[in-house]
């Protein structure tokens, strides 16, 4: 049973659109993270969040923001999407005994 | 800053034998993850390695780590095609406050 959820699983949207990739979770962490990960490929930290009111960019640069207002709440928005922000998404929260993933969100921009 | 090197990137076994992955990095470590990814899923939490000669199994999966070489090795033994995914491994930076950096990924692919 997921105790991070991640809405929508799928999205397809044109280009210049805004979007918000939400992310929730029900344990209590403060910390909470967003990662960029194209097919197959290495999994990039984008933004980071250590508790309410705090957000960090991460390794790798992104053109999205993140907003943290609520501890169990991260969701991620892109003001004007591209083709080049077709990727998957997958948000992270972490506990004591490690790291919970959702089961992500794919993006594709047309 | 610390970087994760895996390899191999790409595996193909046939169903019955062998195979260690590598996992090095550069830094000191807290500690070290294991994850299991298919094709266009989330990951799957494998194992949590804390400390040196750490050794955790689960089924035909046996991962351990060596801090002082800084290595971790995930051994699988008698492959099956249930196994074929991607292995990613990762590591939190010491004194990060806990931001994963990932390896590449090992894609393994078993065949009959």
């Known amino acids: 049973e997921a105790d991070i959820y991640q809405t929508p699983r799928y999205l397809v949207i044109g280009t210049g659109k805004k979007i918000t990739l939400e992310c929730s979770q029900t344990?209590?962490?403060?910390?909470m993270y967003w990662y960029q990960q194209d097919p197959g490929m290495e999994l990039h930290l984008i933004h980071y969040s250590y508790g309410v009111n705090s957000t960090e960019k991460g390794d790798l640069s992104s053109e999205s923001t993140v907003s943290r207002i609520r501890t169990e709440h991260f969701p991620l928005t892109l003001e004007s999407a591209r083709p080049s922000h077709t990727s998957q998404y997958l948000c992270?929260?972490?506990?004591?005994?490690?790291?919970?993933f959702g089961s992500g969100t794919r993006l594709t921009v047309v | 800053e610390l970087k994760v090197e895996q390899n191999p990137l790409f595996l193909s076994m046939q169903e019955g034998k062998n195979y260690t992955i590598y996992c090095n990095y550069s830094?000191?470590?807290?500690?070290l993850y294991w994850y299991r990814q298919d094709p266009g899923k989330s990951l799957e939490s494998l194992f949590v390695l804390l400390s040196n000669g750490a050794v955790k199994q689960e089924g035909r999966l046996m991962a351990s780590l060596d801090t002082k070489a800084r290595l971790s090795t995930l051994h699988i033994t008698a492959a099956v095609h249930d196994l074929s995914a991607t292995y990613f491994c990762?590591?939190?930076?010491?004194?990060?406050?806990?931001?994963?950096?990932f390896g590449k990924g090992t894609k393994l692919s078993v065949k009959p």
């Open positions: 992270a929260s972490r506990g004591y005994y490690g790291y919970t």
């Open positions: 344990m209590g962490h403060d910390k």
């Open positions: 830094t000191t470590s807290d500690r």
């Open positions: 990762a590591v939190d930076m010491a004194g990060s406050q806990g931001n994963l950096i």
